[in-house]
């Protein structure tokens, strides 16, 4: 059905697999999303195919188990999975931001360890950074890990907004170290926090108190995360040196950042496609409401941001994969798609009309989980200061 958005220049393989991943959503995701969302129910039969399509292993490389594409294709399966249910693209979000720092900055014996895993979806993975109270100021965490003198360390401390909190098995984890540096953010360090699915102290100092209740983005849970005198080997810290954890989080974000890019033009497209077949059903005035110019009118602009948002995030992804740096890229698309995209879901709830506020109505799921893609990975604030400091260095007067 979908016509917007398309992608030129692409592969053989890459346009078959966003093929499959957009006939399983259609068969799949979209008739259970809502009884699903209405319930806040974990889509574990929709997990489970989603393993079977090896798309957990997508960006892993072809020598530990994976398909070895790029961050192109899996961004272009992520708005196929965000058109049918956001959600369902969140269960592999945060699981390719650790995937990928493992694959980047682990060691050998990290690599060897964990991503043959992640490639099946045995081992699933959750992104730790955020704290109580502090939002998006990184070098402010207080979580701390403190070394012992046999070289293990104890770490205490909150953290907050882990998606796939209580489903994954591990947790890339933003905490504090005293190395000594007189930069903030040159003091921090990523452990790799292995533990079972589930609830409550799932091992010795390590509590998943259980769902946060949301407003949106339902049926995936997300958690906050309690460190009390938890222990970790040195061999836990990703890449096995100190003070490196803001850097690789920081390239992890920017693959999570096209990644969000790539929700928020799924869940546009979505809400386009539902107000463009509304307006030619719904009748007034003796004919369709696409007739009237009001309507017609929007349908425009909501196609335009749609391909405009689409457009971006595309170039972000394939900036990521040529080796240039994507920062501004990431931070604009980010920006752009995420507010296009709440844009453009208001525009398909208005077009509804009264059957817009009706849970029987998809937009209004659509509704809920919109002004997540705000914030997630920073608020678009936070990325017009990424994007003005970046443009004032390069064109520094």
């Known amino acids: 059905m979908t016509r917007l958005a398309q992608t030129l220049g692409l592969t053989e393989f890459q346009t078959e697999i966003v093929s499959t991943v957009r006939q399983f959503v259609d068969k799949e995701v979209i008739p259970t999303a809502q009884e699903l969302e209405h319930s806040d129910t974990y889509p574990q039969a929709i997990v489970d195919q989603m393993k079977d399509m090896d798309l957990f292993g997508l960006m892993i490389p072809e020598e530990y188990g994976g398909l070895g594409e790029s961050l192109l294709t899996y961004a272009l399966c992520v708005e196929e999975l965000a058109r049918g249910w956001m959600s369902v693209s969140g269960v592999i979000n945060t699981h390719f931001i650790v995937a990928y720092m493992i694959r980047q900055h682990g060691t050998d014996a990290q690599k060897q360890k964990f991503l043959p895993r992640m490639a099946t979806g045995e081992t699933r993975g959750a992104f730790s950074m955020s704290e109580p109270e502090l939002g998006s100021d990184v070098a402010a965490i207080r979580t701390r890990a403190k070394k012992n003198d046999d070289g293990t360390y104890t770490i205490d401390g909150q953290k907050m907004w882990l998606t796939n909190g209580g489903s994954s098995?591990?947790?890339?984890?933003?905490?504090?170290?005293?190395?000594?540096?007189?930069?903030?953010?040159?003091?921090?360090?990523?452990?790799?926090?292995?533990?079972?699915?589930?609830?409550?102290?799932?091992?010795?100092?390590?509590?998943?108190?259980?769902?946060?209740?949301?407003?949106?983005?339902?049926?995936?849970?997300?958690?906050?995360l309690i460190f009390d005198g938890y222990r970790a080997s040195a061999d836990d810290v990703l890449g096995g040196?100190?003070?490196?954890?803001?850097?690789?989080?920081?390239?992890?974000?920017?693959?999570?950042?096209?990644?969000?890019?790539?929700?928020?033009?799924?869940?546009?497209?979505?809400?386009?496609?539902?107000?463009?077949?509304?307006?030619?059903?719904?009748?007034?005035?003796?004919?369709?409401?696409?007739?009237?110019?009001a309507i017609a009118f929007q349908i425009a602009e909501m196609a335009t941001k749609v391909e405009a948002a689409h457009l971006m995030m595309v170039n972000a992804a394939r900036l990521k994969d040529s080796g240039e740096r994507n920062d501004v890229a990431a931070g604009m698309a980010k920006f752009m798609c995420s507010e296009f995209c709440s844009e453009v879901t208001?525009?398909?709830?208005?077009?509804?009309?009264?059957?817009?506020?009706?849970?029987?109505?998809?937009?209004?799921?659509?509704?809920?989980?919109?002004?997540?893609?705000?914030?997630?990975?920073?608020?678009?604030?936070?990325?017009?200061?990424?994007i003005s400091k970046r443009l004032l260095s390069d064109y520094r007067v």
């Open 169 to 224: 098995t591990l947790v890339a984890a933003l905490v504090r170290t005293d190395e000594g540096a007189e930069k903030p953010h040159r003091n921090l360090t990523a452990f790799l926090v292995e533990k079972p699915t589930g609830f409550g102290e799932v091992v010795p100092g390590l509590t998943i108190p259980g769902k946060l209740d949301k407003l949106g983005y339902k049926g995936i849970d997300t958690t906050e």
């Open 241 to 293: 040196v100190t003070g490196q954890g803001f850097f690789q989080m920081m390239d992890g974000v920017e693959v999570g950042r096209v990644n969000v890019s790539a929700r928020a033009c799924g869940v546009g497209i979505r809400a386009f496609e539902l107000a463009v077949r509304y307006a030619q059903q719904r009748e007034t005035f003796g004919k369709p409401i696409a007739e009237h110019q």
């Open 346 to 386: 208001q525009q398909s709830f208005r077009i509804h009309g009264g059957y817009g506020y009706s849970k029987e109505y998809e937009i209004e799921r659509l509704m809920r989980d919109a002004p997540f893609l705000l914030i997630g990975e920073g608020t678009s604030e936070i990325q017009k200061n990424i």
